[in-house]
């Protein structure tokens, strides 16, 4: 969390952020956390290219490719916290509360 707060004050020296970022440190854990979750629903295009070393080696693909659709159901054990996060958008979404650029995202998809 200091080095957060660091980096948000940008009192971060550019060797030290270099530093952080060459071990993969995660500046903003609910970005990086709606883009998991994402890419568990379904990679874009933009970072499938990324993505899809690492998915053909976990033997892993995201659940719209698996099951042709992303109404992801909270009852699925396999998809439990998936389904919720989708839930949770759709909530949002409806309560005017999701930003365009995700709505963008998971209209694109």
């Known amino acids: 969390n200091n080095q957060r707060m660091a980096y948000k004050?940008?009192?971060l020296s550019s060797n030290h952020m270099q530093q952080?970022?060459?071990i993969g440190f995660i500046w903003d854990h609910p970005e990086h956390g709606w883009n998991?979750?994402?890419?568990?629903l379904c990679i874009n295009n933009q970072r499938m290219a990324y993505k899809k070393n690492a998915l053909s080696s976990n033997h892993m693909q995201p659940f719209k490719a698996q099951n042709?659709?992303?109404?992801?159901?909270?009852?699925?054990?396999?998809?439990?916290?998936?389904?919720?996060?989708?839930?949770?958008?759709?909530?949002?979404?409806?309560?005017?509360a999701l930003?365009?650029?995700r709505i963008q995202q998971l209209n694109s998809n």
Do not use: I, P, T
Not at 36 to 40: E, M, R
């Open 9 to 11: 004050k940008n009192a």
């Open 99 to 101: 930003n365009s650029y």
């Open 68 to 96: 042709g659709h992303c109404n992801v159901s909270q009852l699925d054990e396999r998809n439990k916290s998936l389904g919720e996060w989708v839930m949770n958008q759709r909530a949002s979404y409806k309560k005017n």
């Open 20 to 22: 952080l970022n060459s």
């Open 36 to 40: 998991a979750y994402f890419d568990q």
